[in-house]
């Protein structure tokens, strides 16, 4: 049988579905996830799709999930996305936590999701940094494995160059080159080349 709140109507590709304690869960497009709960007592409409569901605006989170997997106690919610990035998402089986309460943490690093177009290591310290078509720049520290700095910009980064203090870095787009600082977490624009 067809569900009736199944999402045939809607724009939304099904890529996967898991059981848990009270329904199932659907994975599919744009890093969204379907809650289904059984309905005792219907025999036509046996699981009815709960108003909470669990998705991220954020753009770099808008790819299809392939994997869907939830630990035993039913708390955590691991989702493996078609970027071949891994991220975990606080659930419980009581209520879905509110929409703008979900973190996403990623599961290892966050890699770029596109192939990487410009790389360069800082001289004064353990940095690289690294561009990608995927319209992200990001820093990395090699000695602690560990990523220091992202942002997304609105079109893709074509290279980019450290300064060698490592407070700066200059970015070339298609269209323009970017001037950019380096601060404990964040990347902000100060100069900007068209």
């Known amino acids: ?6 999402p045939r109507n809607e724009a939304f590709s ?4 898991i059981p848990y304690s009270k329904g199932f869960l659907v994975g599919g ?3 969204t996830v379907l809650i289904y709960e059984k309905h005792d007592g219907e025999l036509r409409n046996p699981y009815i799709k709960i108003e909470k569901k669990i998705y991220n605006p954020k753009r770099e989170y808008k790819f299809p999930i392939t994997t869907l997997v939830l630990n035993n ?3 955590s919610l691991v989702l493996g996305l078609q970027n071949k990035q891994i991220l975990s998402v606080p659930f ?13 943490d990623h599961i290892g690093l ?3 999701s596109d192939k990487i177009t410009g790389l360069d290591v800082c001289v004064r310290k353990s940095l690289v940094g690294t561009c990608s078509t995927d319209r992200t720049v990001r ?8 990523l220091e700095n992202m942002k997304e910009f609105d079109q893709e980064a074509m290279t980019l160059a450290f300064h060698p203090s490592g407070f700066h870095i200059i970015v070339a787009f298609t269209e323009c080159v ?17």
Request: with cysteine; glycine share 0%; hydrophobic share 35%.
């Open 1 to 6: 049988m067809i569900l009736p709140q199944s």
């Open 110 to 112: 966050p890699y770029h």
């Open 14 to 17: 099904i890529e996967c579905l």
């Open 92 to 104: 419980t089986s009581d209520r879905v936590i509110s929409e703008e309460n979900l973190k996403f």
């Open 178 to 194: 970017k001037l950019l600082n380096l601060f404990e977490h964040d990347i902000i624009q100060f100069f900007e080349i068209t």
């Open 73 to 75: 106690n039913e708390e």
């Open 29 to 31: 497009q744009d890093c």
């Open 139 to 146: 820093i990395w520290n090699y000695m602690e494995h560990t």
